[in-house]
C-alpha cells in the first residue's frame, strides 16, 4: 500500500510527466490557451494513459515476453486502437464531450505520454496494480501541469509584455519557472 | 551525392529548407519532447540527432517509394509501423554498437516513434514526391533536428557541467551551474533561444521601417 502512494505521489509530483521528463509538450504548448480545453484534454489523456497501462501489462504478460524486440511496434499500434476505440465510445455514448474534445481526441496517439508510460511501465516491471496507480498519477500529473500553464496563460494575454517575447519566448521562460517549482517536490520521496 | 548540384537546384533547395527557414525546432516547433530531455550533455544531443536522422531518412525513402500502394484511409497506420519498424533497428544497433548512450538515453529511443517530425515530414512531404526529393528534404529536416539539438545540449552542457563532450572546458576554478541540467534549463534554454529570435526578428522590423521612412 505504501508503494502505490509512493508510486502515485511521485508521478504525480516529483516526476511530473509534462514538466520533469518532458513527455507531451506538444499539447502542454498546443492546447493551452483555455483553462477549460486545458483539463478536458488532461481527463481525456488520463483515460487513455489507464486503458493503455490495462493492455500493456496483458501484451507483457501474455505476448511479449519471449519476443522483446517487436515491443514498440506492438505499443503503437495498441495505442492507436486504444484510441480509435475510446474516440467511438465517447462519439456514440457522450456526443457532448466529443465535439468540444474535437481534433484533441485523434492526437493523444501521437502524444509520447501515452508510449512513455508503456514504455517506462515495462521497464520497472509494474504489476497490474501499480500499473493502473502510475498510469492515473501520469494523467492527474498531466491534467495538473496543463491546467496551470493555462491559468497563467490566461493572465499572460491580457498582461504588456514586450514584442520580443510575444511568441512563444515568454511561454517557455514560464515552464521552466514551474518546472523549477516542481522541483521543490523532489524531498518528498526520495528512494 | 555523385553529382555535382548547383545551389539553386531543387534538391538543394529541399534540404536547405530544413536546416533553415523551416528548421523543426525553431521555426515549426516539433520534437520539442525529445529536444529537451535528452539536451543535457553534448554527447546525447549528438546521438539522438543522428538516431532520428536515420530513422528519418529510412522511413521518408521508404514512404515515398510505396506511396503509389498505400491507400490513403490507412495511410497513418501504414506511416507509424514504418517508422516503427526503423526506429526498432536504430535502438538495436544502438543497444549492440554502444551500450553506454543507449543507456543513457533510454526509452527516449523507441520514442523516436511518436517524434512528430517523422509522422509529419511522411504526412506532409515524402508521400507526395519522388524518392529523391523526398532523402533530400529528410536529410535537410534531420540536419536541422541535429543542429538545434547540438546548439541546447554543448549551451546547457558548458553551463551545467564547465564540459563539452566531457572534457572539461572552462578549468578546475569554474562552478558548474547545475540548473542547466536539470529539466527547467532544458525550458529556459529554447526560451532563451526563442526571446533571441523574436528580438532579432523585431529589430529587422524596426530597421525596414525605418528605411522606409
Known sequence: ?191 | MNTPEKPTSPLFLDFWSGLSQNNPVFVQMLGLCPTMAVSNSLENGLAMGLATTFVLLCSSFLVSAVRHYIPSEVRLTSYILIIATFVTVADMVLAAGFPEISKALGPFIPLIVVNCIILGRAEAFAGKVGPLRALADAAGMGAGFTFALLLISGFRELLGSGSLLGYNVLGPRFEPWVFMVMPPGGFLTLGLIFLFMGWRMERDMRRAKEEKA
Open chain 1, 1 to 191: 500500500m505504501n508503494d502505490l502512494a509512493w508510486i502515485f505521489f511521485s508521478t504525480v509530483l516529483v516526476n511530473n510527466f509534462t514538466l520533469a521528463m518532458f513527455l507531451g509538450l506538444c499539447p502542454f504548448f498546443g492546447v493551452t490557451s483555455k483553462v477549460d480545453n486545458a483539463w478536458r484534454l488532461g481527463a481525456a489523456n488520463t483515460f487513455v494513459l489507464v486503458i493503455t497501462s490495462l493492455s500493456v501489462w496483458l501484451l507483457n504478460t501474455f505476448l511479449l515476453a519471449k519476443t522483446p524486440f517487436l515491443r514498440t511496434i506492438a505499443f503503437i499500434v495498441v495505442i492507436a486502437s486504444t484510441v480509435q476505440i475510446v474516440e467511438m465510445i465517447i462519439k456514440k455514448y457522450l456526443p457532448g464531450l466529443f465535439r468540444e474534445l474535437g481534433i484533441y481526441l485523434p492526437l493523444i496517439t501521437t502524444n509520447c505520454a501515452i508510449l512513455g508510460l508503456a514504455l517506462f511501465q515495462t521497464t520497472r516491471n509494474y504489476n497490474l496494480i501499480q500499473g493502473i496507480v502510475f498510469a492515473f498519477g501520469a494523467g492527474l500529473g498531466l491534467t495538473l501541469a496543463l491546467t496551470l500553464m493555462a491559468s497563467i496563460r490566461e493572465r499572460m494575454d491580457v498582461a504588456d509584455v514586450p514584442t520580443m517575447a510575444k511568441r512563444m519566448g515568454l511561454v517557455l521562460v514560464v515552464a521552466s519557472c514551474l518546472s523549477m517549482a516542481f522541483m521543490g517536490f523532489a524531498g518528498l520521496g526520495s528512494q
